[in-house]
T-cell receptor
């Protein structure tokens, strides 16, 4: 069975600082993808970043980077230079090669403080 | 930029009534999905659809749910006899690939069952 765990229900960060949102996963599949989505208060799900299980380098997308540690089964999201607009729920998700559904974590609520 | 659209944005219905939630996936995508998010909880997979048939479904997706792609653009989720616990945000998503790559989410339909 696949499982995503996000242990931080809420996080606070000062504007312009960096913040790390934790995500660990569990799967017996060797081939999988890890995703982060942002959900602002308006409710939509916005794709941020993707990491494939065979990717050797950590994914980066602008201010977002994914700290992928395969042996520890962790895929933490790092947001650099936080902005007020980063305040939202953040969901980690996984997809495995043997299926096409996403498995989501419970989310982390990030609040950026001016 | 192409996007997934969903209508209506908010649906209020009486318990026991049928509802149809509509989605227009991105035009060249081949895989379509429905997810739901009960308020304050994580996003849960309902069903995936490919080549005009269900490819995967979760335990949540019981006989009261059905999906259809009635024409080349729309993808619908029908709930035959709504229950109070069906109140949730319902997200449609689509992807070009079935195994990897991001799924593009629509803005969601908030269903309220009274």
């Amino acid at each position: 069975a696949q499982k995503i765990t996000q242990t931080q229900p809420g996080m606070f960060v000062q504007e312009k600082e960096a913040v790390t949102l934790d995500c660990t996963y569990d799967t017996s599949d060797q081939s999988y993808g890890l995703f982060w989505y942002k959900q602002p208060s308006s409710g939509e799900m916005i794709f941020l970043i993707y990491q494939g299980s065979y990717d050797e380098q950590n994914a980066t997308e602008g201010r977002y980077s994914l700290n992928f540690q395969k042996a520890r089964k962790s895929a933490n999201l790092v947001i650099s230079a936080s902005q007020l607009g980063d305040s939202a729920m953040y969901f980690c998700a996984m997809r495995v090669n043997t299926g096409n559904q996403f498995y989501f974590g419970t989310g982390t609520s990030l609040t950026v403080i001016p | 930029e192409p996007e997934v659209t969903q209508t209506p944005s908010h649906q209020v219905t009486q318990m026991g009534q049928e509802v149809i939630l509509r989605c227009v996936p991105i035009s060249n995508h081949l895989y379509f999905y429905w997810y739901r998010q009960i308020l304050g909880q994580k996003v849960e997979f309902l069903v995936s659809f490919y080549n005009n048939e269900i490819s995967e479904k979760s335990e949540i997706f019981d006989d009261q749910f059905s999906v259809e792609r009635p024409d080349g653009s729309n993808f619908t989720l029908k709930i035959r006899s709504t229950k109070l616990e069906d109140s949730a945000m319902y997200f449609c998503a689509s992807s070009f690939s079935g195994s990897f790559g991001e799924q593009f989410f629509g803005p969601g339909t908030r269903l309220t069952v009274l």
